[in-house]
């Protein structure tokens, strides 16, 4: 964080965005007007979020690089680990506890800074140490603690609830703030979208700078580290989104690849077709992107066939996007054009309604279209209380349950793939073996899979796309057969013509 002009701003220097903490500031706002609306507050009524721990590698004294929590970020936007927050819900005034430090930090960490750098840092009303917050708080005389706990639907983890010596002397309630801060979250200020196109603009840079470097020959943990550093280099991301996905070959097919039994370890070959999953951080704010091409920078017929499918079925859903639509109609439109692309490929044959009756379509695409985008990259809020999974297979997947709303931010990514485990399982089923030409689907085995990711802001009555790399055929082959690193690029296709 630094001072500019006497506000308080985070920012990386040089062209890395200059984030203010009104950001934060409107986020309590928000939080603390839908917590009044709420039946059943109490006057005085406090929020109580306990920051993420900093934490060691196993049992050694080794830091593990600090993140913090997501709802304490979203809330008070604080860097450091082992803080506490509060918000008054009644006035929406914030209190920060931050750890009082002993004076060996001074010489192994650096200086020692007293409250009132935190409280211009990040612009709250008071500043205090977390050993007097029992003391801090009693003065506050409270109704009652709004602490947070909540699952979350993705992971089916529980959040981590506050909690310090001496809060059994106080009245707590550990329900009412957990689906009213999720709803907050779920839809995004103009503030943080200014931050997910930031994101979302070094992320397309730098998936752009690996297609201009990649060749085969190469390793894909090579591309994760040019993504890694354009991300860290360009735009002060020290943080990715997520693992980085660096699949080619029939590595792009599995659809989470890089993790430790897989870590992007494999020699790129020429023809092989590349998925590249990646996204860097920003202050926390996240962004998700996929760009799939060929290691060569030509595509074979059959490549380009089953990329255009994956194409057109992408630039569907961007086209019916918009307030009000289910998402999972929106991933049946993805299934929908995948299975009508194949059947002109060769590889299915037969009628497409019984097709998607019998669920053929998540055999090439068995995730869901896409989540939600936030501070989290699989962002909170695809399942509120009473919504419930469609129990069919691919649609399981989806992370969201929801209307599509105005100021949501999501990912749209169909894909299509050749995993062997599934189409094993399909041609050994009574009811899909039949659509399968198993004799044209035995020429793109091995040949991994396609996915193309987007960002997308839903508009008042449509969608603004977040990402900008090369999308077409035509243009990723011009855009690779020039490997000037100072080519740029510019969409032949705007948003709007979707």
Not at 56 to 69: A, K, L
Not at 231 to 258: A, D, K
Request: aromatic share 10%; with cysteine.
């Amino acid at each position: 964080m630094a001072a500019a002009e006497g506000k308080a701003v985070y920012w990386l220097g040089k062209d890395t965005l200059r984030v203010s903490a009104a950001l934060f500031a409107e986020n309590r706002r928000r939080l603390c007007e839908d917590l009044r609306a709420k039946q059943g507050l109490q006057p005085k009524s406090l929020v109580l979020l306990q920051g993420g721990e900093q934490k060691q590698r196993y049992c050694t004294d080794t830091d593990v690089i600090f993140r913090q929590e997501s709802f304490f970020h979203w809330t008070f936007g604080v860097t450091e680990a082992d803080c506490y927050g509060v918000v008054d819900v009644d006035t929406c005034k914030a209190f920060l506890f931050v750890p009082k430090l002993p004076d060996s930090y001074a010489t192994w960490m650096g200086e020692i800074y007293p409250r009132e750098h935190f409280k211009e840092k990040y612009a709250v009303e008071e500043v205090h140490y977390t050993c007097d917050i029992a003391e801090v708080l009693t003065n506050f005389q409270p109704s009652v603690l709004l602490t947070l706990r909540g699952v979350n639907t993705d992971s089916g983890s529980v959040t981590r609830e506050a909690s310090f010596e001496g809060i059994s002397h106080f009245q707590v309630n550990n329900s009412f703030l957990h689906p009213v801060i999720v709803e907050c979250r779920l839809l995004k200020t103009d503030m943080e979208l200014e931050v997910l196109r930031y994101t979302n603009r070094i992320s397309s840079e730098a998936h752009k700078e690996v297609m201009k470097h990649v060749s085969h020959g190469q390793k894909e943990y090579e591309m994760e580290s040019l993504f890694r550093h354009y991300c860290y280099s360009r735009g002060g991301m020290r943080h990715t989104s997520y693992t980085c996905i660096c699949g080619s070959g029939h590595n792009s097919s599995v659809l989470h690849y890089g993790h430790a039994g897989a870590p992007n370890d494999k020699t790129i070959q020429d023809g092989d077709m590349c998925l590249f999953d990646m996204g860097g951080e920003y202050y926390c704010y996240s962004s998700d992107i996929t760009c799939s091409f060929p290691a060569n920078g030509k595509f074979t017929p059959d490549q380009k066939a089953i990329y255009e499918a994956v194409l057109k079925s992408s630039r569907a859903v961007l086209a019916a996007i918009k307030p009000g639509v289910k998402w999972s109609d929106m991933h049946r439109l993805a299934d929908r054009v995948h299975l009508e692309e194949l059947i002109k490929i060769g590889i299915l044959h037969g009628n497409l309604d019984d097709m998607m009756k019998v669920h053929l379509g998540a055999v090439f695409m068995p995730h869901g279209l896409g989540h939600l985008l936030g501070i989290d990259v699989h962002d909170v809020g695809g399942y509120p209380e009473g919504t419930e999974r469609i129990d069919e297979p691919g649609l399981k997947s989806l992370r969201m349950g929801r209307v599509v709303q105005e100021r949501m931010v999501l990912t749209v990514e169909p894909g299509i793939y050749f995993i062997n485990h599934l189409l094993d399982k399909a041609l050994a089923s009574e009811q899909q073996c039949g659509f399968i030409n198993n004799d044209v689907l035995a020429r793109f085995r091995g040949s991994g899979g396609v996915r193309i990711e987007d960002d997308i802001a839903v508009t008042a009555d449509g969608m603004e796309l977040l990402t900008c790399v090369p999308r077409t055929v035509e243009e990723i082959e011009a855009f690779m057969a020039d490997r000037n690193p100072e080519k740029s690029f510019s969409p032949t296709v705007s948003s709007e013509k979707f």
